[in-house]
């Protein structure tokens, strides 16, 4: 079993959408989570970033963290064709420098 | 403020050869980690380096090795390369390991 479960999509859209992006993990350690999109032929970039549980806003982005199910969650409102990408889920612990262990990515497609 | 920079973008090699990478960290952030992405294994960690020393180390065979220069700009070095180190290998940086690490473009290394 993998640490970061991530379904691969693709997840096909209409512009305007709500989308809902997961993981799941199956390491209690991890404490830091994090999102990046991904473009064809280009780094990953992050967009999110978080500590622990919670909620976190930025702008069109909402990151969810639920510690207690090992369940984290990325939103995206008002989605746009530019949106479409490839989403990777991230984290890692938080004593001493510990890897980034990333989900496989799921592919989003936002139609006109 | 610059992004993480990575020479060469594209690299072209012949089995047995070696191969050096390098990347420059936006300025200011003195981590710097390496990972290998490809269709198969997604993003692998292969390591981490802060203030010159590596802190952590991935499943990658000696072959892969790294350094970390005073100015926090890093090499990652592939020798006796196979046609399975076909894949793009990401810099990424960060202010420390409680930061969240920003990628470069990668450098596409094609093994023939």
């Known amino acids: 079993q993998k640490e970061v479960e991530q379904d691969p999509g693709p997840l096909s859209v209409p512009e305007g959408a709500i989308v809902s992006l997961n993981c799941t993990y199956s390491n209690s350690a991890f404490q830091y989570f994090m999102w990046y999109r991904q473009y064809s032929r280009k780094g990953p970039e992050l967009l999110m970033y978080t500590y622990s549980s919670g909620n976190k806003e930025d702008g069109r982005f909402t990151a969810q963290v639920d510690k207690s199910s090992k369940y984290i969650s990325l939103f995206i409102r008002d989605s746009q064709p530019s949106d479409s990408a490839t989403y990777l889920c991230a984290m890692k612990g938080n004593t001493g420098f510990q890897k980034l262990v990333f989900g496989t990515g799921t592919r989003l497609l936002v139609s006109p | ?112």
């Not at chain 2, 191969?19 to 200011?28: A, E, F, K, N, Q």
């Not at chain 2, 380096?49 to 802190?55: A, H, L």
């Not at chain 2, 990401?90 to 969240?100: E, K, Q, R, V």
Request: with cysteine; aromatic share 12%; proline share 4%.
């Open chain 2, 1 to 112: 403020k610059a992004g993480v920079t990575q020479t060469p973008r594209y690299l072209i090699k012949t089995r047995g050869q070696q191969v050096t990478l390098s990347c420059s960290p936006i300025s200011g952030h003195r981590s710097v980690s390496w990972y290998q992405q490809t269709p198969g294994q997604g993003l692998q960690f292969l390591f981490e380096y802060f203030s010159e020393t590596q802190r952590n180390k991935g499943n990658f065979p000696g072959r892969f090795s790294g350094r970390q220069f005073s100015n926090s700009r890093s090499e990652m070095n592939v020798s006796t390369l196979e046609l399975g180190d076909s894949a793009l290998y990401l810099c990424a940086s960060s202010l420390d390991a409680t930061y969240g690490y920003t990628f470069g473009s990668g450098t596409r290394l094609t093994v023939v």
